[in-house]
Each structure stands twice: as C-alpha cells, then as structure tokens.
Nanobody
Framework: QVQLVESGGGLVQPGGSLRLSCAAS????????MAWYRQAPGKERDLVAA???????NYADSVKGRFTISRDNARNTVYLQMNSLKVEDTAVYSC???????????????WGKGTLVTVSS
C-alpha cells in the first residue's frame, strides 16, 4: 500500500505564511507528478500547484507569485510554501501523487486525507 500524510495546516492571519508538507510512504518504486489541491466549503476541489519528478511546476492563477511548490525526491515529499495568505485561501489542502508501486508497470493516483488551512483575523 501507499500512504500520503499531510502536515503543516493551521490558523494564520491574513498576510501570514504557512508551509505544508506531504510525505509518501509504502511500496513505492517511483513517483511522477505530485500536486496540491484544495477544497473550500461548498466548492469543488481545485488544483493549486503541481510539480513533476523533473521539477517542472504549474500553478493556479490565484496563487501565482504567492505559493511555491517543491519536492524532495529522496524523501518522497512535496512541500507548499504559502505566503501572503488571503481569507479566500481558507480550505482543506490535499496532496496527490502519481505512484508506481513496486512490482507494477503503471502509475496510479494516491491521495492524502488533507489538512485544514484557515486564514482569518
């Protein structure tokens, strides 16, 4: 099996910063793209940022210039540095990883359970 565990969420004031982490573990042969999604109350889950195994990134327009995604391939971990946070960034943030398990020739998507980020004064 594969597990993705997020950490780093919490309550922060507008303009503040948080750093989220997501560590993948289990019978992992390799990981392709890793990504962060978020779901605000009453809304659909949206892509926030993604990063390939080679380090190519893409961001939602709403977070460009404020959020930075990075990864440590040796630790199977993806990070999301969030700066200049706004009230509208409040959501449950979940990570997703495209994982090739040991003994299989294909990638499957695995999800973490999510971590709550609340931006409020």
């Amino acid at each position: 099996q594969v597990q993705l565990v997020e950490s780093g969420g919490g309550l922060v004031q507008p303009g503040g910063s948080l750093r989220l982490s997501c560590a993948a573990s289990g019978t992992i042969r390799s990981i392709n793209t890793m990504a962060w999604y978020r779901q605000a109350p009453g809304k659909e889950r949206d892509l926030v940022a993604a990063i390939t195994s080679g380090g190519v990134t893409n961001y939602a327009d709403s977070v460009k210039g404020r959020f930075t995604i990075s990864r440590d391939n040796a630790r199977n971990t993806v990070y999301l540095q969030m700066n200049s946070l706004k009230v509208e960034d409040t959501a449950v943030y979940s990570c997703k990883a495209d994982v090739m398990k040991t003994g299989t020739p294909y990638y499957l998507a695995w999800w973490g359970k999510g971590t709550l980020v609340t931006v409020s004064s």
